[in-house]
C-alpha cells in the first residue's frame, strides 16, 4: 500500500507540476486555461492536498460546497504552476494579458506592497518588472528534503524561485538577515513586496489582530520597519475571478502610511479576513492554518 501511494503521488505531482504546464506552453491561453478548469474537477487531482486544505479551512470559515471548493483551490494550484511555465519559455505576455486591473499600477511605484498567500500570483513580479516599477522581494531557497520526497513538485519549486532571482536581479533578498536588507531598501526607488501571512518563527517577537474571529499571530519585525521609515504602503492580491474562464483580477487598495505597527497589522488583517471570509478557497497555505491562529 505504502509503494502504491508513493507511485500514486509521484504521478499526480509530474501531471500537475511536469506535464500539464508543459503542454500548456505549446496551447492558446485560452485552451490551457479550460484544459486547467478540466483537470480540477478530475478527483484524483491533487486529491490529499485539496483534501488537506478543505478539512483545515472547514473548522474556520464556512467552506460551502465541497466538490466546488476543493476545485477552486485546485485551479489556483495549477493556474500558478501553468504560469511559471508560460513565463519561463517567454510567453510572459500571455500571462500578464490576462489579468485584469482597475487601478493604474503607478499607485504602486516605490511604495510597499502588502500581501499574502493568495490566489494565483506567481505573475506579480514580471507585472511589475515589465510596467518598470524595479520589485524587490524576500524569498527562501527550496528545501533539499523535498527532492527525495516529490522530485517533480521539487522542479516546479525549483522553478519559481529561479524566476524570482532571475526577475528581480540584486532585488531577490533571501530570508536569512532580510529585515536588514529590506530596511535599507525602503530608501531607495522600487517596489518592494513583503507576504504578512506566515505564521511567526518560534521566539519572534509577535502582533496580534483579529482575522475571521480568531486572534492571528504575524511577525512584528516587518510592521516595526515600516512604522519607523514612515513608508507608503499598497495591499494587493491576484484573484481568480470566478466563473469558467479562469482569468485572474489585480486588486490595488491604497495608498496608506502609519507609524504605528499595531495600528498596520489590524488593517492589514481587516484585509485578509475580508478575503477568507468571501473566498477561502484561494488561500494558499491551510495547511498551517493552526500555527497561524495558534
Known sequence: ?????????????????????????????????????????LNWVLS?????AWSSASKYVDTGNEKAWKARWKQV???DARDLYLMSFGRTRSVLG????????EIVRDRVLIGMHWGPSIS???????????????????????LRIRPFFYIFVTLATRHIVKTMGDR?????????????????????????DAPPKAGRPTLNAGVIGKNANFEAGFPNILADNHKEYVFYA????????????????????????QEFVEQYAAFLDSH??????????????????G
Not at 490576462?98 to 499600477?105: A, N, R, S
Not at 531577490?172 to 504578512?196: C, F
Request: neutral net charge; contains cysteine; charged residues 20%.
Open 77 to 79: 494550484e495549477m493556474l
Open 1 to 41: 500500500m505504502k509503494v502504491w501511494n508513493a507511485i500514486r503521488r509521484q504521478s499526480v505531482d509530474f501531471i500537475v507540476y511536469l506535464a500539464l504546464p508543459l503542454v500548456s506552453v505549446f496551447l492558446p491561453s485560452a485552451w490551457s486555461r479550460a484544459l486547467l478548469a478540466r483537470s480540477s474537477n
Open 276 to 293: 477568507l471570509s468571501t473566498d477561502p478557497a484561494q488561500w494558499r497555505i491551510w495547511h498551517v492554518a493552526e500555527q497561524f491562529w
Open 172 to 196: 531577490a533578498v533571501k530570508i536569512g538577515g532580510a529585515g536588514k536588507v529590506l530596511r535599507a531598501m525602503m530608501d531607495q526607488p522600487g517596489s518592494v513586496i513583503v507576504v504578512m
Open 238 to 261: 491576484i484573484n481568480l475571478q470566478v466563473g469558467g474562464m479562469v482569468r485572474k483580477k489585480l486588486e490595488l487598495m491604497g495608498p496608506f502610511n502609519s507609524s504605528d505597527a
Open 48 to 52: 490529499e492536498e485539496a483534501e488537506a
Open 124 to 146: 506579480i513580479l514580471k507585472l511589475l518588472q515589465v510596467a518598470g516599477l524595479n520589485p524587490a522581494l524576500p524569498y527562501r531557497k527550496p528545501e533539499r528534503g523535498i
Open 98 to 105: 490576462e489579468i485584469e486591473c482597475d487601478t493604474d499600477l
